[in-house]
């Protein structure tokens, strides 16, 4: 979906440049950054903060790479302040993302919890991602996963996991206690947070070695790839552009 930039390339689609890759993208595979008043960069994951904005391939290590290479003060052509977490920053904000999306998931009626719920789902093969506390044992994964096989006995490994969020994220998102194991039921209710799983997983992908393939899809155990536990707020010092 990438490709070097040349003459052929028509910007008007709405395509990027990615300040570190310098290959044009799809909006979708990049993060926006723009200064603020005082000059630092922040994320714009929505993208509607003013100003000019600076693009950045959607990974951890591409955002690294931004920082260390000095990309954002280069394509802005003025001084910026970059935090020296700014990577970490920007998991933070996308795991925050994902949880706001199980939450509008749960209110559409398109989220199962507890162990019984969510193996009949499993079995019944309506499951568009499976979700584990981190604190699961891994006795209760298998044993999903085992029904997760039963219900798409050919395309169980397709199915997204999720377990990168503490019992008490989704405690918090789903509005219910000691939520350890959860499903996504396939559907409209079910799009915007696989979107935004997708995004998350996506970018702490090639960040550093993780437990469970990296494209967060269902393995012997079901489990998935692990992601940063952090909590920030975006774009501070700005007023939405809605």
């Known amino acids: 979906m990438s490709r070097r930039r040349d003459a052929t390339v028509d910007l008007r689609r709405e395509e990027r440049l990615c300040a570190v890759t310098r290959e044009v993208k799809d909006p979708d595979e990049l993060i926006r950054f723009v200064a603020g008043p005082d000059g630092t960069m922040v994320p714009d994951l929505r993208r509607r903060l003013p100003g000019r904005g600076v693009w950045v391939t959607g990974t951890a290590s591409a ?9 954002f003060g280069r394509s802005l052509k003025q001084d910026v302040v970059t ?3 700014l990577a970490d920053e920007v998991a933070a904000l996308l795991r925050r993302d994902t949880l706001q999306a199980l939450a509008l998931a749960n209110k559409a ?25 981190s604190e699961a044992a891994p006795d209760g994964r298998r044993k999903l996963a085992q029904a997760m096989r039963r219900g798409f006995p050919e395309t169980s490994a397709t199915v997204a996991v999720v377990d990168v969020f503490a019992e008490g994220d989704l405690d918090l998102a789903l509005g219910r206690a000691h939520v350890i ?14 979107a935004r799983w997708r995004r998350l997983a996506r970018y702490v992908a090639d960040d550093e070695p993780r437990a469970g393939p990296s494209d967060g899809t269902l393995n012997e155990l079901g489990t998935g790839p692990r992601g940063p536990v952090m909590d920030e707020r975006e774009g501070a010092g700005f007023e939405r552009n809605e």
């Open 83 to 85: 935090s020296p977490a």
């Open 181 to 194: 194991h959860a499903a996504l039921i396939a559907g409209p209710g079910s799009e915007v947070f696989m």
């Open 109 to 133: 009626g398109a989220v199962v919890t507890g162990f019984g719920k969510v193996e009949e789902a499993a079995e019944k093969g309506k499951v568009a991602a499976l979700l584990h506390a």
């Open 63 to 71: 955002v690294r790479q931004a920082v260390k290479r000095r990309a």
